[in-house]
Each structure stands twice: as structure tokens, then as C-alpha cells.
């Protein structure tokens, strides 16, 4: 998964979806591995499939818990910037250890500007 992580943050994220797809496997379905995988599938063109992975995200979400994190991965991998907030939001009440990330990792420059995010940042503790 941090390959996934580091090749997508590399604007690699068509090398990163078969690195992202195994490590699915392996961990089972991992929620947090598959928000980075529906990512990955969204900044690699391949929308049909991010948007296929989410519908599945979110029924097992609706069967049970799925984090927060997996969804700010997904919806900012597919540009919804008013759900990642509110994913981001969710994380905020779970606690989240995605959190401890939104200062300095750059899957969150396409937030940084926006009051919202900064509140958040503030809230966290990372200010």
C-alpha cells in the first residue's frame, strides 16, 4: 500500500494500480487500501472503475463500518471536494490517524486554500 501511496503522489498512478490491486487482495479487501486503490483508478483515467470500487465501498459502509480515511482517499482521488470534507469531517469524529497526514501530505494540496481545511488543520492540532 505505500508504494501505492508514493507512486500516485509521483503522478504514477497508472503503475500504482496493480501495486494497489494486489495489496487489495492480500489484505482482503482492506477499506483503507481500497480509498487508496479507487484513487489511484481515478487520477489513472479509469473513472468507470473508481466509481465501480466506491458503490462497493459504500455498501459494506452501509453493512457495517468502513473509516472515514478510505472515503477522503476515494473522494479526493475523484475531485468531490465537498465529500471529502464531509469524509474529512467524519475522520475528525473517529479520530482518525489520516489526520495526523493533513499538514504536510500532498494528496491534501487540492484543499489547503480552502477555509475548511484550514479550520480543520487548526482543530487537529497541526496549526
Known amino acids: 500500500m505505500i508504494l ?5 503522489a509521483d503522478n504514477q498512478a497508472a503503475d500504482a494500480v496493480p501495486v494497489l490491486e494486489k ?3 492480500l489484505s482482503e ?10 484513487r489511484a483508478y481515478a487520477h489513472a483515467g479509469r473513472r468507470a472503475d473508481a466509481l465501480r470500487m466506491l458503490a462497493s465501498l459504500k455498501r459494506r459502509n452501509a453493512a457495517g463500518y468502513v473509516p472515514a480515511g478510505a472515503f477522503v482517499n476515494a ?3 475523484l475531485d468531490d471536494r465537498e465529500q471529502a470534507f464531509f469524509w474529512l469531517e467524519q475522520a475528525f469524529r473517529e479520530k482518525s490517524t489520516i489526520l495526523q497526514f493533513v499538514k504536510t501530505h500532498p494528496y491534501f494540496d487540492p484543499l ?5 481545511f484550514v479550520d ?8
Open 23 to 25: 495489496s487489495v487482495a
Open 4 to 8: 501505492g501511496f508514493a507512486l500516485i
Open 112 to 116: 489547503r486554500s480552502d477555509p475548511r
Open 75 to 77: 473522494y479526493l482521488g
Open 120 to 127: 480543520l488543520v487548526h482543530r487537529v492540532g497541526l496549526s
Open 29 to 38: 479487501g482492506s477499506p483503507a487500501v481500497t480509498g487508496v486503490l479507487i
